[in-house]
């Protein structure tokens, strides 16, 4: 069977403006026959049910946001379940995930995205309004369809869409996603959102990405701050380990030490304090950025990122920035 276009599996809202066009010169409308059958199509089994249950009046089911049914149920192309289309969407079924209404925006995503055959595979439920009150969401097998007015509709799914949640979803410190998830270099995969981007690598080794020796998630985002150009926190899937990576701004060279902790306040304003991370593990994180901004300043150099790992120990002040071993341990100990 040849999958049909979006506008044929779920014609446009422009149909139901007709059917009601009709309805008011008759000032009656079509009548649901106790057969099932709506507006001159029949409607069936589970699907019917879900029709019936998103109208105002199940008995007047036609003045539901679906409208008018403009085809008989039909099999989907997998063979695992069926739809019927109306004016104002597509009511899919299967025997696992139930009958679920798709349209709009995220329905026009799903469709780009193949439909049933997928990544996403069928709606599990119906579309939600998110707790911001404006955007929208609808739950699929293989991950979920977020959309609201100013980032448009995009699918988050896997180790990108848990890192996502984790740090609160939508009403979180990343925002709705801006784009889809695309392929990187070395095997990734990377996510824009409205505050950040996050990513997932394998764990090849590359030496570009130090915190991901084996499986990793990570988020990063440029920063508006007088030292900070950019932040990228690192967490191994594997072992739990986590990093920072900061790429200093020209400024941090020579004045960062100044004022070490606005430095410390910058960067985390920036991105979100990692999760799970111990005091003493963030005091050693603390410790490691002052050395670096430290040692550039003694040796006029200190490498186009600075690379903050809390599995290092928490060393003393002493030992940290003392001119006398910072061209030694350069703020890597352990």
């Keep these: 069977m040849t999958r049909k276009s979006a506008s044929m599996r779920r014609p446009g809202l422009r149909l139901l403006g007709v059917a009601a066009l009709l309805v008011g010169l008759v000032g009656v409308a079509p009548a649901a026959q106790a057969d099932g059958t709506y507006c001159g199509y029949p409607v069936l089994g589970a699907i019917e049910a879900k029709y019936r249950a998103m109208a105002p009046n199940p008995n007047r089911a036609w003045e539901s946001k679906l409208g008018c049914p403009q085809s008989g ?9 069926r739809f019927t289309t109306f004016a104002g969407g597509t009511i899919y079924w299967t025997s696992a995930t139930g009958a679920h209404a798709v349209w709009g925006e995220i329905g026009k995503k799903w469709g780009q995205l193949g439909w049933e055959r997928g990544a996403l595979g069928y709606p599990k439920a119906d579309e939600f309004t998110n707790p911001d009150g404006v955007g929208k969401r609808q739950e699929y097998e293989g991950g979920t369809i977020y959309w609201n007015p ?3 509709a995009f699918a988050v799914w896997g180790r990108i869409g848990e890192l996502w949640g984790q740090f609160g979803y939508e009403g979180g410190s990343f925002g709705y996603p801006t ?15 409205q505050n950040a981007t996050l990513a997932w690598y394998p764990g090849t080794g590359d030496e570009n990405k130090p915190g991901c020796t084996s499986e990793c998630v990570v988020y990063r985002a440029s920063c508006s701050g007088p030292w900070a150009e950019e932040v990228e926190v690192f967490r191994n ?6 990093s920072v990576s900061i ?4 400024a941090a060279y020579t004045d960062a030490q100044d004022d070490e902790p606005r430095f410390w306040n910058e960067i985390w304003s920036c991105v979100p304090y990692p ?9 050693s994180l603390y410790k490691q950025m002052a050395c670096h901004d430290r040692f550039a300043d003694v040796t006029g150099h200190g490498g186009d990122t600075w690379d903050l790992e809390a599995w290092r120990s928490n060393q003393p002040w002493s030992y940290v920035t003392n001119p006398i071993y910072l061209p030694f341990h350069e703020c890597n100990w352990d």
């Design 73 to 81: 149920e039909k099999r989907t192309p997998d063979g695992r379940g």
């Design 150 to 152: 100013n980032a448009g």
């Design 275 to 283: 999760k799970g991370l111990s005091d003493d593990q963030g005091e």
């Design 179 to 193: 784009s889809d998830e695309f392929s990187i270099s070395g095997g990734g995969k990377t996510q824009a959102y």
């Design 247 to 250: 790429r200093p701004t020209a």
């Design 237 to 242: 899937l594997t072992n739990g380990r986590q």
